[in-house]
């Protein structure tokens, strides 16, 4: 069986949970406090980060390197399209999510609401949380701009790009960051991802000292 070491509301971690989910790979989840340095972690990761998967009698890391391989090994169901075109637009909108997004909204959130805490690194930096609260509003709205010219946010298919986006935006529903009402396009569109059975582990998700709120596992939010 596949083992994944994670954190739980790690988007990147999401992200590949997802895809494995989705292709129906058993895979054991193990909680790694990345942060903390373990020398058998650094063995598995030198560069210290989560998710880290063994697969295959291989040890991977890079979240979007790891999806990939999913994709070539596990092709059914696929998660990237067949046409060249369609495949750069998945990786543009994951590099989107997996990059500015991340850096102008979840680590200004997320890693400023929890992950300090959890790590021990002192309180948030409300410059940094007022920025991620600002920065999310553009995105939400790009989203938006995107889903009403499409079905799913890199075309008529449901791919890697709904996942990435859906890892970072589930973590940040979480705490409650998310503001739903902005746009019911989007709120449409993550209701039904949020339904599909690969989520059901995801929205089981727990963190010592961070109740989810109420409506975070409801999939009539």
Not at 54 to 62: P, Q, S, V
Not at 163 to 168: L, M, R, S, T
């Given at each position: 069986?596949?083992?994944?070491?994670?954190?739980?509301?790690?988007?990147?971690?999401?992200?590949?949970?997802?895809?494995?989910?989705?292709?129906?790979?058993?895979?054991?989840?193990?909680?790694?406090?990345?942060?903390?340095?373990?020398?058998?972690?650094?063995?598995?990761?030198?560069?210290?980060?989560?998710?880290?998967?063994?697969?295959?009698?291989?040890?991977?890391?890079?979240?979007?390197?790891?999806?990939?391989?999913?994709?070539?090994?596990?092709?059914?169901?696929?998660?990237?399209?067949?046409?060249?075109?369609?495949?750069?637009?998945?990786?543009?909108?994951?590099?989107?999510?997996?990059?500015?997004?991340?850096?102008?909204?979840?680590?200004?959130?997320?890693?400023?609401?929890?992950?300090?805490?959890?790590?021990?690194?002192?309180?948030?930096?409300?410059?940094?949380?007022?920025?991620?609260?600002?920065?999310?509003?553009?995105?939400?709205?790009?989203?938006?701009?995107l889903l009403d010219h499409r079905r799913w946010l890199a075309?008529?298919?449901?791919?890697?790009?709904?996942?990435?986006?859906?890892?970072?935006?589930?973590?940040?529903d979480y705490i409650s960051d998310v503001d739903w009402n902005?746009?019911?396009?989007?709120?449409?569109?993550?209701?039904?991802?949020?339904?599909?059975?690969?989520?059901?582990?995801?929205?089981?998700?727990?963190?010592?000292?961070f109740p989810p709120p109420a409506h975070y596992a409801d999939?009539?939010?």
């Open positions: 069986m596949a083992k994944l070491y994670h954190v739980p509301l790690s988007p990147f971690c999401r992200k590949v949970r997802l895809s494995l989910a989705e292709k129906k790979i058993e895979c054991e989840l193990v909680e790694e406090r990345y942060w903390e340095k373990d020398a058998d972690f650094l063995r598995r990761n030198p560069a210290a980060k989560v998710p880290v998967l063994k697969i295959d009698g291989k040890t991977m890391a890079e979240s979007f390197a790891i999806c990939e391989y999913l994709e070539e090994v596990h092709p059914e169901p696929p998660l990237m399209p067949r046409n060249a075109e369609n495949r750069y637009e998945v990786r543009r909108l994951v590099g989107w999510f997996d990059d500015k997004f991340h850096n102008e909204v979840t680590s200004k959130l997320l890693y400023e609401r929890v992950n300090k805490k959890v790590m021990g690194q002192g309180y948030p930096d409300s410059s940094n949380v007022k920025a991620g609260a600002k920065a999310i509003k553009y995105h939400l709205d790009y989203m938006a701009w075309g008529d298919s449901m791919s890697l790009a709904d996942f990435a986006a859906a890892a970072h935006l589930s973590a940040l902005r746009s019911d396009t989007v709120k449409d569109w993550y209701a039904k991802i949020k339904s599909r059975p690969a989520f059901r582990s995801i929205l089981a998700d727990q963190v010592p000292g999939l009539d939010f």
